[in-house]
């Protein structure tokens, strides 16, 4: 809850684009704008006129034509002259948002000969404060830059009488309070402060409180979904089919334009070469880029070479792209605000959009707690199947090759020749075959039956007919039951519930399966397998002919797997050979994150 100094939040009445100033009209006629968003309309209203504003809205929902509309009638009353300190501020999370702002407030106000001048990080500081040295109207930047070029002294903030705050929320997570206190204590008194934020948490109230006075507080968001324009689904998949999962999302949608949220730069650049290697057309933007690299992959984007963008969150702050219509959160967002944003980079401005949430089996609940707090239904929908997406695949080329098309007289003299060379049946087998060249093929997933595993506890049925499967590490590689069964687990995609007897010897271990999900285990091993490797990628994992013999270290069917810290089978500290004492915690010598190394005999 806000705190009540801010009253009830207002949505205004619509006021027409026509009691502008007439170059601010004109501007917004010539870019297709007839009527004001429910924002620019508040911004506008009487009771908005003159005071601090704490504005919720949603991204694309025009907030940037929403403030410069509402700095309009203050910028043109003064003289145009460039030599003199610029009268307002806008200040953005990231480099491309700031830039996207500069783009609209360029063509917002270029009638009326407003400057704007852009400061953002990775760009040249020393051209930034030439022409900051020149004078300008509006400036808009990245907090650190901002602040930097007024510590130099090469940002004078002393005529100002506008200060935005874009995507305020946004800036406090990525850690610029103390740039934007810095920025906003060297601002005149008197000067109206604007504060856009798509959340109210309460740093943000806080931040209202110290520097606006009297705000008047603004929502357009609606209090019973995330977003209007945005049909959000949910799939759950075995961890290890993620990336097959984003594979047939992408061919099953074929958006226009998609993009793939990651949570590290680590997994944009492994995601944005495994799309590459497929085919698909796409771009990847993460903190390792640089500007130069940046601008070059939104512009393909934008003109259409390529159709998808990986990127980590805050890499994509300030993407819009109109052809946008799919979001893909292929890492699980850590909490609703971060959903909202990631979303929100589709159904803009009145567009229709999907998200899409990729969630592995045991983050499910976790999922279902964020979409409640986000207050956003999401449907929960299987992983399209090949078979689907073919269907589709026919779909769409059925309706594209019966499409009205023109041609020339020399397109119909070749169209002919081309006919009396071949029937029309082998003609339009040529034009399929030609149309589906170069489309990746979908993924076939992991069936899953995770919604089949028995509970924990519970007599586990399904053990009468097992299968054996071996793995090339024992007692002398430290093997504990510990750590063997979250390895099994990951590698096979299976649950605890879904192991039987567990058998170590000294340089192998034998261990049960239900023959009923046998081929989805040695399917799930033959993805997950790196041969060669270091992690418990390298083990080797496979069926073993006939049951083993007896090793003295069984672990039988039925029997608790999870033994206490520092136990493993018959009450031994794990590792132990003739008294010697493993790793600590029972994990083997060199044990990685995931899993032990190959055996060293």
Not at 523 to 532: D, H, M, S, V, Y
């Amino acid at each position: 809850m806000l705190p009540s100094f801010f009253g009830r939040p207002k949505v205004m009445s619509t006021m027409p684009f026509s009691s502008l100033p007439n170059l601010i009209s004109q501007a917004l006629a010539e870019q297709g704008y007839a009527e004001p968003t429910p924002v620019q309309a508040a911004v506008l209203g009487a009771e908005a006129h003159d005071r601090d504003l704490l504005v919720s809205a949603q991204t694309g929902s025009g907030k940037t034509v929403a403030f410069g509309v509402a700095m309009a009638a203050r910028l043109l009353s003064e003289d145009n002259g460039f030599n003199r300190a610029p009268g307002a501020l806008v200040i953005a999370p990231t480099r491309e948002l700031a830039l996207q702002v500069s783009r609209e407030l360029t063509w917002l106000f270029g009638k009326a000969g407003i400057r704007i001048t852009t400061c953002v990080g990775g760009m040249d500081a020393a051209r930034e404060r030439r022409t900051l040295a020149q004078g300008t109207h509006v400036v808009v930047g990245t907090p650190g830059r901002l602040r930097d070029h007024l510590e130099r002294g090469a940002l004078d903030l002393s005529a100002l009488h506008h200060v935005v705050l874009d995507e305020a929320d946004e800036m406090l997570d990525m850690g610029f309070r103390e740039d934007l206190e810095e920025i906003l204590e060297a601002t005149p008194e008197g000067r109206r402060t604007l504060l856009f934020s798509a959340t109210m948490p309460k740093p943000i109230v806080a931040l209202a409180r110290r520097y606006q006075r009297d705000a008047l507080r603004i929502s357009t968001v609606s209090d019973n979904v995330g977003h209007g324009d945005i049909t959000y689904q949910a799939v759950a998949v075995s961890p290890a089919d993620i990336e097959n999962a984003v594979i047939n999302l992408l061919r099953f949608h074929e958006a226009e334009t998609a993009i793939l949220f990651c949570a590290t730069r680590d997994n944009v650049r492994h995601l944005h070469s495994s799309l590459i290697e497929r085919g698909f057309a796409a771009v990847a933007l993460s903190g390792e880029h640089s500007q130069n690299e940046r601008n070059n992959a939104l512009q393909a984007l934008r003109d259409g070479r390529a159709r998808i963008c990986v990127a980590t969150d805050v890499a994509a702050r300030g993407i819009d792209i109109p052809s946008l219509s799919l979001v893909i959160h292929v890492e699980v967002p850590r909490d609703a605000e971060v959903l909202q944003h990631r979303s929100g980079r589709t159904g803009r401005a009145g567009r229709k959009g999907v998200a899409v949430m990729i969630v592995p089996y045991p983050r499910r609940r976790r999922v279902e707690g964020m979409l409640r707090i986000a207050r956003v239904t999401a449907e929960w929908v299987p992983v399209p199947s090949p078979e689907s997406i073919r269907e589709r695949d026919r779909e769409r080329l059925l309706a594209d090759l019966l499409q009205p098309i023109e041609s020339s007289d020399a397109d119909r003299d070749l169209a002919e020749r081309i006919l009396a060379a071949m029937s029309p049946t082998d003609v339009a087998l040529a034009l399929v075959q030609a149309r589906k060249r170069g489309i990746p093929d979908p993924e076939e997933l992991i069936e899953q039956s995770q919604a089949d595993a028995p509970v924990r506890g519970a007599r586990r049925e399904g053990f009468d007919d097992v299968v054996w499967f071996r793995m090339d590490i024992g007692r002398r590689q430290n093997a504990d039951p510990r750590w063997l069964l979250p390895l099994l687990c990951r590698r096979g995609h299976i649950t605890r519930n879904e192991i039987g007897a567990i058998r170590i010897a000294a340089n192998e271990t034998y261990f049960q399966v239900p023959s009923a999900i046998e081929a989805k285990f040695r399917a799930a091993l033959k993805r997950t397998a790196n041969p060669g490797s270091d992690d418990e990628s390298g083990i080797t994992i496979e069926p073993s002919p006939e049951a083993p013999q007896d090793t003295g270290r069984d672990r039988p069917r039925g029997a608790r797997h999870n033994a206490g810290p520092g136990r493993g089978p018959r009450g031994k500290g794990p590792g132990r050979e003739g008294g010697g004492r493993g790793a600590p915690g029972g994990k083997p010598d060199g044990f990685k994150r995931k899993g032990p190394p190959r055996h060293r005999d």
